[in-house]
């Protein structure tokens, strides 16, 4: 009271009744706001602020008391929004620190994720990874070491820090077993360091697409689900449909032109706006659900509540159940991640990938994502820094004018039923 009153310029109120306040007639403006204290408010009104000026808003007794209210605070209040706007200022950072404080999470996940296909003939492929989640306020960053299902070995790192903006890097440490060939597709003996016996080490793929949502260009990719349910509580909170994009479905990602793909969907947060997800559900065309994911258990870091597991099933409607005329739904794929440890900060300086030496880069920020028979790629120059957009764009330009210039000199030459040469080293 006190500080509102110093905040509007006022004064002490000389008491005018003695106590116990007496039950005053009210009139004038201010009879309803009197008959509400007139009783027994005495003890409320001590060291209370009147106006500088007074005005007599109710006739009779103590209504004096509390008229300034009404007559006087109210009015005061508003000329001060209007010349000053100080109440404004306050509330607009009183606001500013909420949302602050509601996204100033810090935490690292730690776990491992099964994912099974379910097929009609009975074959179950699986596909494993463990994992690494990095989140500091809006910011994220997943680390992976994924094993497929034809048992290729892949390390992979998928950030963002702006919500507009992810930049992955993947290596291929070790390639799938070929039995046909006695081998494995050629990359004999590859560590887990990405270097090869005998061969050269491979090269760094990176991806950089103008989206906030990790949707995978495969169907075994891994971030999207690790996204949704440990580094998604910025994402609620925005949103302005339930249309979402399944982020499950290769078919909605940026590399398959999936970016419109969006279904209806329902979800049920941990801890309210500015938390993680407790369920997700992604319907179909007839409300059925295609994809559900649950929390199995939560953990608390720092007051954060975050998931200690969760499921995920994809199901589609198959055929009529038998003696019924309802459909039955198949699951197709089944999805279990375990948590095996949860730190309360976050040990990563930068939560971005750091795209290494002859890393090459798909840079899908230059066409905007839009279908195109090569997608804009360069070499990135300097080893550990991500190129601007700007400079992507002329990366991007030399690489492709260098590869028409190379079909146009293919294209002049005689016709020859020798075999074609090899592109020449255009860097």
């Not at 491992?112 to 699986?126: E, R, S, V």
């Not at 195109?372 to 990366?395: H, I």
Request: glycine letters at 10%.
């Amino acid at each position: 009271m006190n500080l509102i009153g110093r905040i509007l310029g006022l004064r002490p109120l000389e008491q005018t009744n003695p106590s116990p306040w007496p039950s005053p007639r009210c009139a004038g403006r201010g009879n309803r706001l009197c008959r509400l204290v007139g009783e027994g408010a005495d003890q409320h009104t001590r060291g209370a602020y009147a106006p500088r000026n007074p005005a007599a808003c109710c006739a009779g007794g103590g209504n004096r008391q509390f008229a300034w209210w009404s007559c006087q605070v109210w009015p005061n209040l508003i000329r001060r929004i209007g010349q000053r706007g100080f109440l404004m200022s306050c509330l607009g950072m009183m606001a500013a620190a909420m949302v602050v404080c509601a996204s100033a999470a810090e935490y690292e996940v730690d776990g491992t994720l099964t994912q099974t296909w379910l097929h009609l003939n009975g074959t179950n492929p699986c596909a494993s990874a463990s994992f690494t989640v990095y989140v500091r306020d809006c910011g994220w960053l997943i680390h992976t070491l994924e094993t497929n299902e034809f048992g290729s070995v892949t390390r992979r790192e998928i950030g963002s820090t702006n919500e507009s903006e992810i930049y992955e890097c993947e290596l291929l440490l070790q390639a799938a077993q070929r039995p046909d060939r006695g081998g494995t597709n050629g990359i004999k003996g590859q560590n887990t360091s990405g270097q090869t016996r005998g061969t050269p080490p491979q090269p760094t793929i990176a991806t950089i697409i103008a989206t906030n949502i990790p949707v995978g260009q495969l169907d075994n990719a891994v971030a999207g689900h690790l996204w949704l349910m440990f580094a998604s509580q910025c994402y609620w909170p925005g949103l302005k449909t339930t249309r979402l994009p399944p982020v499950y479905d290769w078919r909605a990602s940026i590399a398959a032109h999936g970016g419109m793909l969006a279904k209806e969907a329902q979800w049920d947060l941990l801890d309210g706006p500015g938390s993680l997800p407790r369920e997700v559900r992604y319907l179909g065309q007839w409300g059925e659900t295609n994809g559900l994911y649950r929390v199995t258990g939560t953990n608390s870091a720092g007051g954060t509540l975050i998931p200690s597991g969760f499921i995920f099933e994809e199901s589609y409607v198959g055929p009529l159940a038998s003696n019924s005329l309802v459909h039955e739904m198949r699951v197709i794929k089944w999805v279990v991640v375990e948590v095996t440890a949860v730190r309360t900060n976050c040990s990563r300086a930068s939560l971005l990938p750091s795209p290494g030496e002859r890393t090459m880069v798909i840079d899908r920020r230059v066409d905007g994502g839009a279908p195109t028979v090569r997608p804009p790629s360069y070499l990135n120059p300097t080893p550990g820094q991500w190129v601007t957009l700007d400079e992507a764009r002329k990366l991007a330009g030399v690489r492709s004018n260098a590869d028409n210039a190379f079909l146009r000199r293919l294209q002049a030459l005689p016709p020859t039923n020798s075999a074609v040469a090899p592109a020449p080293d255009l860097y």
